[in-house]
């Protein structure tokens, strides 16, 4: 069934938000996230540091972008590369010092840029002060900061849960003579976050960053924050995926994750934020591409966005990718606000999950142009601008610990090997000897060799950009698709009350008819430039991603 576009006349009652009122960065525009570990290193050490960003912010502003999204760059002992922190409040030395933020801040200001910080505040590392107080006795100030349990008499452990990245969530405490609950390494503590001095600590934490002039932040796992108050056992999820390798795939997480508490947590930290000009945050789903969990986080006195798996985890299928899409427009409130992105730090990049292969960069352009038109505000992950693949990476290269323990079935050192800027040694990353191998598409993916070249993935990337900024319908207007289970073409109309754009994206490499509703379509943007404004039918080339405005006369 073809939906029909909405005609002018009709279009008078359209309920869609005013475009171009009240531009809020994180909303109306592009984050572009950072892995600095592996973005651009300055001091020849062979690893990221944010000198080597500040160098690099003529090539991010370039690109359109309203915001960088800093993967954690606090003090760490790098069990997790940062996502486990031992000093909210300083630098990590080899990310260089808190006056090398100060410098990477205001520069980026000066062009126009946000800076967001990644604040992983479920778990601290164990190194951190408040651990090794906690740790110390059952009696001291902070022995409450963290979750400490008695096994029950005959059990192994004091429930049932598992972490992400191994077997179980209890940690023995030889000091402490109790365990100690971690989601994720057993270097990686989960904050008591039912303590109310751990929350306000983590409030001035925030504070503190947002006092220096941040912009905002990513909220790592902010799913996580509260555990059931019984510690109930979860029940047994039986899965078929090969994820069910690791125990954490195994369990439904009624218990450990998504507790209500959370509302008045994400109320209380929206307070703060609110209480800065122009501030913003997404924070992490964990687990669940639910779109009703995922909605019900989002909203005026919830926090401003939520990033989800959505569209990470589906196949290379319209009608799979548009699915998650309707399952979200219905699950937001019209004034809610989605967030998407294709890929992270965490998973391959999608280049190379949808195939790699002669039709790629073909692939990624598709992609491109479907992240950058929906209702909802695009994540672009460094790299894809230039359709960056996750090169295969022998065992003896990895670094990240689960990686290592579940190789080759789990993959996150494939998603973080340097940034690929020249096709020189090393890729242009660094000097030395690069923390992780730089991939050998190098040679031929990187921004130099794209730069210049018209019908590079890297200035289609820039085209769409600038189109979604220039476009009140691409950033804020109503998404309704015209097929309803689309086979080989994604087609949808994004509309305000003064602007309507129509989307036509072929996901296969054979020509497909589209429906064209009636009206005088210009075409705006197209990875096939010969394209003219179609007739009634439109036969979209293999491949090809078009976009096209309503004229209204
Ligand atoms: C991050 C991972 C990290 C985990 C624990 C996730 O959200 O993206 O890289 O291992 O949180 O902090
Ligand atoms: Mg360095």
């Given at each position: 069934m073809i939906l029909r576009a909405t005609s002018w006349k009709k279009k008078a009652g359209m309920t869609t938000l005013t475009p171009d009122s009240n531009y809020l960065w994180w909303r109306d525009g592009v984050i572009y996230q950072i892995y600095p570990r592996s973005f651009m290193d300055s001091n020849g050490d062979g690893v990221g540091d944010l000198p080597g960003v500040t160098s690099r912010l003529d090539y991010i502003a370039s690109l359109g972008v309203d915001a960088i999204w800093l993967s954690p760059i606090n003090t760490s002992p790098m069990h997790d590369f940062g996502y486990d922190i031992s000093d909210y409040e300083d630098i990590d030395p080899v990310f260089g010092t808190r006056a090398d933020f100060e410098t990477l801040t205001a520069e980026a200001h000066r062009r126009g840029l946000k800076i967001m910080m990644d604040l992983v505040i479920n778990h601290t590392s164990i190194e951190h002060s408040w651990f090794k107080e906690s740790r110390s006795s059952c009696d001291n100030p902070k022995a409450d900061w963290y979750i400490w349990r008695d096994a029950p008499p005959g059990k192994k452990y004091p429930n049932n849960w598992a972490c992400v990245y191994g077997e179980s969530a209890w940690e023995w405490d030889e000091t402490r003579k109790q365990f100690y609950y971690h989601m994720f390494f057993k270097e990686q503590p989960d904050l008591n976050w039912r303590n109310p001095d751990v929350r306000a600590a983590l409030m001035n934490t925030a504070r503190y960053w947002l006092d220096r002039g941040v912009d905002g932040f990513r909220l790592d796992v902010a799913t996580a924050y509260f555990k059931d108050a019984q510690f109930r056992d979860n029940p047994p999820s039986l899965t078929l995926s090969p994820r069910a390798a690791l125990p954490w795939f195994r369990q439904k997480h009624l218990y450990d994750i998504e507790q209500p508490e959370l509302h008045d947590a994400y109320r209380e930290f929206r307070r703060v934020l609110d209480s800065y000009p122009e501030r913003g945050a997404v924070g992490e789903v964990l687990l669940t591409e639910d779109a009703e969990v995922v909605a019900r986080y989002v909203g005026d006195d919830q926090l401003p966005m939520m990033l989800d798996l959505g569209l990470v985890n589906q196949p290379w299928l319209p009608r799979s990718f548009q699915r998650?899409?309707?399952?979200?427009?219905?699950?937001?409130?019209?004034?809610?606000?989605?967030?998407?992105?294709?890929?992270?730090?965490?998973?391959?990049?999608?280049?190379?999950?949808?195939?790699?292969?002669?039709?790629?960069?073909?692939?990624?352009?598709?992609?491109?142009?479907?992240?950058?038109?929906?209702?909802?505000?695009?994540?672009?992950?460094?790299?894809?601008?230039?359709?960056?693949?996750?090169?295969?990476?022998?065992?003896?290269?990895?670094?990240?610990?689960?990686?290592?323990?579940?190789?080759?079935?789990?993959?996150?050192?494939?998603?973080?090997?340097?940034?690929?800027?020249?096709?020189?040694?090393?890729?242009?990353?660094?000097?030395?000897?690069?923390?992780?191998?730089?991939?050998?598409?190098?040679?031929?993916?990187?921004?130099?060799?794209?730069?210049?070249?018209?019908?590079?993935?890297?200035?289609?990337?820039?085209?769409?950009?600038?189109?979604?900024?220039?476009?009140?319908?691409?950033?804020?207007?109503?998404?309704?698709?015209?097929?309803?289970?689309?086979?080989?073409?994604?087609?949808?109309?994004?509309?305000?009350?003064?602007?309507?754009?129509?989307?036509?994206?072929?996901?296969?490499?054979?020509?497909?008819?589209?429906?064209?509703?009636?009206?005088?379509?210009?075409?705006?943007?197209?990875?096939?430039?010969?394209?003219?404004?179609?007739?009634?039918?439109?036969?979209?080339?293999?491949?090809?991603?078009?976009?096209?405005?309503?004229?209204d006369y």
């Open positions: 998650s899409v309707m399952e979200h427009e219905a699950a937001f409130a019209p004034d809610a606000w989605p967030c998407y992105c294709l890929s992270n730090h965490d998973w391959p990049r999608h280049v190379t999950r949808h195939g790699g292969g002669p039709f790629a960069e073909a692939r990624v352009k598709v992609a491109a142009a479907m992240l950058l038109t929906l209702r909802g505000t695009p994540v672009l992950y460094m790299g894809e601008e230039i359709a960056m693949p996750s090169p295969h990476l022998a065992r003896h290269d990895l670094k990240d610990p689960p990686s290592k323990l579940y190789w080759p079935f789990y993959n996150r050192d494939s998603a973080r090997t340097p940034m690929q800027w020249t096709d020189s040694l090393n890729a242009g990353f660094t000097t030395g000897k690069p923390w992780l191998p730089v991939g050998p598409s190098h040679k031929k993916i990187n921004v130099a060799a794209q730069t210049d070249d018209p019908d590079s993935a890297l200035n289609f990337y820039l085209a769409l950009i600038r189109l979604r900024k220039s476009s009140p319908a691409l950033r804020r207007g109503t998404y309704r698709p015209l097929i309803e289970r689309p086979v080989a073409a994604m087609t949808y109309l994004r509309e305000t009350d003064s602007q309507t754009m129509l989307v036509a994206l072929n996901f296969f490499g054979h020509d497909v008819d589209v429906p064209m509703p009636p009206g005088n379509w210009g075409l705006r943007l197209s990875t096939h430039r010969d394209r003219r404004a179609p007739g009634k039918a439109l036969r979209r080339a293999p491949f090809e991603a078009s976009i096209f405005e309503l004229s």
